[in-house]
C-alpha cells in the first residue's frame, strides 16, 4: 500500500463528494468518529452529517493545494493534512483551508475517518 497514492485517493473522493452532495460522505465517517469544525466538537456518524449537511451554503468547489500524509500507529492509520481553497457560489474570493484527516483501516481493507478537524484559515 502507498501512503501517499492511498491519501491521494481520498482526498480527491472526499471533496468531490463534499461537493456534489454531503449527505455521500456518510460512509466515510463511524459511530466513534469525531470532527472538529471551527472549533465545534461533534461525534458520531449521524451527527457529522447533519453538521455537514446543515451548513449555511448549497454549492462550493474546494481547489487543492496541498495534501500530505504520513503512517499512523500500529493500528496502520493514516494522518492526511489538506490545505486548499474554498470556492462559495456568488462569492468573489476564495476561503483557504487546512483539514487533518485521521483513517482507520476497516476489515473490508478500506479507511474510515476516525478524527476530522477543518479550520478557515484567516490572513
Known amino acids: 500500500m502507498d501512503p501517499d497514492a492511498v491519501a491521494k485517493a481520498f482526498v480527491e473522493h472526499y471533496y468531490t463528494t463534499f461537493d456534489m452532495d454531503r449527505s455521500g460522505l456518510s460512509n466515510l465517517y463511524q459511530d ?34 496541498t495534501v500530505d500524509c504520513q503512517p499512523s500507529g500500529p493500528a496502520a492509520g493514516m494522518l492526511v493534512f489538506v490545505s486548499g481553497t474554498l ?16 483513517l482507520m483501516p476497516t476489515p473490508q481493507g478500506s ?13
Do not use: W
Open 32 to 65: 466513534n468518529s469525531m470532527l472538529t469544525f471551527e472549533g465545534q466538537k461533534i461525534q458520531g456518524n449521524a451527527n457529522i452529517v447533519a453538521k455537514l449537511v446543515s451548513l449555511p451554503f448549497t454549492q462550493c468547489k474546494h481547489t487543492i493545494t
Open 87 to 102: 470556492q462559495l457560489a456568488g462569492e468573489q474570493h476564495g476561503l483557504k483551508f487546512s483539514q487533518m484527516f485521521h
Open 111 to 123: 479507511f474510515y475517518v476516525f478524527n476530522d478537524i477543518f479550520r478557515l484559515n484567516y490572513a
